[in-house]
């Protein structure tokens, strides 16, 4: 169901693959710059400042005029990312709106008896907006922390071995716990998205019947079970949060501490040891990336499954084909 779900998603991507797959270029160029750059200290730090000061001069007036296009290409790249993919997420969210709006309007009266105005209203507005976020913002942060991760692992162990063993023993551990707590969080973010439907009531139905006292009394009952599934869904937040923190700050401890015994044994050279912390830098900030996304993905799909479960609910009564 999950993978018929995730095509039916991918779908709405089509009109638009020109954007997507630029968006996705761009993405790809931001990491690259990204991982260049402590390479190219490497270089100056390693190589370059043995050579003669003529030598020096002529190089770094060319490494200079590079990075100055590496950083062109990276504001440029961020500009299209933030400026194009937001449009296109904005165009995938409108599309979405116009084919509930039609399929609500097809619907019976039986239908709208048994469903409150609030839980419509936040089909068409709240989830609709997380989606679209998740479609623009997922693909580009995955691409973003998978160009990242490896390629700073590929570097890494080009340089030593020793260090990059030590970066990356804490990845598989980092990664079960995330899995875990990832189901966690969906089902608690998905409980959030029932509760505060339920407790948005139309009140010009309460105001003819003169019923506010016992739908104050709802009212209470119904966010304090709102707030109850916030807590539960911070809880388990804070855990994937804190955790995956913890995380990454032991991979700078790690690498410090190989790295220093590393320097007083022989195995490793300083230079190598600073750009090794460099690249930690670039490796742990993608994790950080992934922590804010979660969230996203959370709220995002929950509010997917919701947007299609009004899309399954089947007219009473269906118009011919060639109905005029």
């Given amino acids: 169901k999950m993978s018929k779900n995730f095509k039916k998603m991918l779908s709405y991507y089509k009109p638009y693959r020109g954007i997507f797959w630029a ?65 296109m997420g904005a165009k995938i969210e409108y599309n979405m709106r116009a084919e509930i709006f039609e399929h609500l309007q097809k619907l019976s009266f039986s239908f709208y008896d048994n469903q409150k105005v609030g839980q419509l209203m936040s089909r068409i507005t709240t989830d609709l907006f997380d989606i ?60 959030n998205r029932v509760k505060i439907a339920e407790i948005l009531h139309g009140i010009r139905v309460v ?26 869904s911070y809880h388990y937040m804070g855990m994937y949060n804190a955790g995956l923190t913890a995380f990454t700050t032991m991979i700078n401890v790690i690498v410090i501490a190989v790295g220093g015994i590393g320097i007083t044994r022989g195995w490793v050279n300083i230079t190598d040891f600073v750009t090794f912390l460099l690249y930690i830098n670039i490796f742990t900030e993608p994790v950080k990336v992934l922590i804010d996304f979660t969230e996203q993905f959370q709220n995002g799909y929950s509010g997917y499954e919701r947007f299609l479960e009004i899309l399954s609910v089947e007219p009473d009564i269906k118009e011919k084909p060639d109905a005029v």
């Fill in 23 to 87: 968006d996705m270029f761009f993405a790809t160029v931001s990491a690259a710059v990204a991982l260049a750059i402590p390479l190219v200290i490497r270089y100056v730090t390693y190589t370059l400042v043995y050579e003669d000061k003529a030598q020096i001069m002529y190089q770094i007036k060319i490494i200079a005029a590079a990075l100055f296009a590496m950083v062109v290409a990276d504001c440029y790249s961020k500009f299209f990312i933030s400026n194009y993919g937001h449009v």
């Fill in 132 to 191: 679209t976020e998740l479609m623009h913002h997922g693909p580009e942060n995955i691409i973003l922390s998978a160009i990242k991760i490896i390629g700073a692992f590929v570097i890494l162990v080009n340089i030593s071995p020793l260090l990059a063993l030590a970066a990356f023993i804490v990845l598989p551990f980092m990664f079960a716990y995330a899995y875990y707590l990832n189901g966690k969080m969906r089902r608690a973010f998905r409980q």
């Fill in 207 to 232: 105001k003819s019947f003169a019923n506010e006292e016992i739908e104050k009394k709802k009212f209470k009952i119904g966010n304090a079970g709102f707030l109850s599934a916030k807590k539960n």
